[in-house]
């Protein structure tokens, strides 16, 4: 199957500071990527949508000031989580979409605000 | 809002058939009834979908009912690799594009 990668796979940082979180499609071009967040022992909550060359369409009540998202090119959408509080702390996994019918996933970025 | 509902969790015995139920009764005539699986921490990796018609694939078969308000996965032989949270999600259009609505989940344990 294809294949979606995240970068970096996990990651902490300071109250107050940005991270940028990586989604890349490895074997295929992806003109919408998908950006989710999962709190533990919960399911996965969709945030945003992001189309290639075009602003991402945000979920009702996600905050699309503090998550930015860029989907600079068909293989590549980046979320930055700004001035990241310790409630952002989550995993937040990508997917990509390759047809009508296919989307795969990434493995998740474990984030963690101290 | 979720549009799936699924057992919060169920076990199985190794070698058996694993049949993991899904309630999806407000879904339209042209949403898709996918499933995937989540091994812990890590991204779901994808099993079947189906429209209106039975699936069968290599992983799993899915037995959508007729009036499409529920479909059933089934892992045939379950083994101890399968222990996993199972989705049963309904994929939505939207604004010019497609989206996974997913559910809550079931947690599945396959015994040894």
């Known amino acids: 199957g294809a294949v979606v990668s995240q970068h970096p796979s996990w990651v902490i940082c300071k109250s107050g500071t940005s991270v940028k979180i990586e989604c890349r499609s490895l074997d295929f071009q992806a003109t919408t990527m998908f950006w989710y967040r999962q709190f533990p022992k919960q399911s996965l909550m969709l945030m945003a949508t992001?189309?290639?060359?075009?602003?991402?369409?945000?979920e009702q009540g996600v905050e699309k000031d503090k998550f930015l998202i860029n989907h600079a090119s068909l293989t590549l959408s980046t979320l930055t989580v700004t001035s990241a509080h310790p409630e952002d702390s989550s995993f937040y996994i990508c997917?990509?979409?390759?047809?009508?019918?296919?989307?795969?996933f990434g493995p998740g970025t474990r984030l963690t605000v101290t | 809002d979720a549009k799936t509902t699924q057992p919060p969790s169920m076990d199985c015995a190794e070698g058996r058939a694993a049949n993991l139920p899904c309630n999806h009764s407000?879904?339209?005539?042209?949403?898709?009834v996918y499933w995937y699986r989540q091994i812990h921490s890590q991204g779901p990796q994808y099993i079947i979908h189906?429209?209106?018609n039975n699936e069968t694939n290599e992983m799993a078969s899915l037995i959508i009912t007729e009036d499409r308000k529920s479909s059933t996965l089934i892992l045939p032989h379950a083994t101890l690799r399968d222990t996993a949270v199972y989705y049963c999600i309904v994929r939505v259009a939207t604004s010019g594009t497609y989206k996974y609505i997913f559910g809550t989940g079931t947690r599945l344990k396959v015994l040894a």
């Open positions: 997917s990509a979409r390759m047809s009508s019918y296919e989307q795969y």
């Open positions: 992001s189309n290639e060359g075009s602003k991402a369409t945000y």
């Open positions: 407000t879904i339209s005539g042209n949403e898709y």
């Open positions: 189906g429209l209106k």
